[in-house]
């Protein structure tokens, strides 16, 4: 799949995040094994522990919808009215662990600016030495 269309995914997922709080704003789109796209915003809440980053939003809608192997996700986030800087949004600690859960280590991350202006990862880079279900058998 063409990075730049998941990219542009994620953008126009950007557009819904609820980000009233940090004023941080992300958008993803995770493309599934089978082909299908889900995509997800962050979600703030006044008590702020209670807020769901665009990630786990995205990766939450597909489990849920019977999606359980992820190649790619895309992701866009900035601070409001800094849509034109350089630096990218990388996913936190939590939302890598959790991609690490349906994926295997070559999950392609793509941390976006513009559907031109791009760095890609894979998930073994972010999260080197993860904790799996292979710790509990
Ligand atoms: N956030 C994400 O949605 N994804 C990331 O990769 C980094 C952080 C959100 C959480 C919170 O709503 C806001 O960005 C500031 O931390």
Redesign the pocket.
């Known amino acids: 799949m063409d990075s730049s269309f998941l990219i542009k995914q994620a953008i126009e997922a950007q557009g819904q995040a609820y980000?009233p709080y940090?004023r941080?704003r992300?958008g993803a789109a995770l493309l599934c094994a089978d082909g299908s796209i889900y995509t997800g915003c962050?979600v703030?809440n006044a008590a702020y522990s209670a807020?769901n980053?665009?990630?786990r939003t995205a990766v939450f809608k597909a489990v849920s919808e019977g999606r359980r192997r992820f190649l790619a996700i895309a992701?866009a986030?900035n601070l409001e009215g800094r849509e034109n800087e350089r630096e990218l949004?990388?996913?936190?600690g939590v939302?890598r662990q959790v991609l690490s859960e349906f994926s295997d280590g070559d999950l392609r991350v793509i941390l976006a600016r513009s559907e031109t202006k791009y760095e890609e990862y894979t998930l073994k880079e972010l999260l080197p030495l993860q904790f799996s279900r292979n710790n509990l058998q």
């Open positions: 980000a940090s941080f992300v962050n703030e807020a980053c665009a990630e992701i986030g949004c990388a996913p936190c939302c």
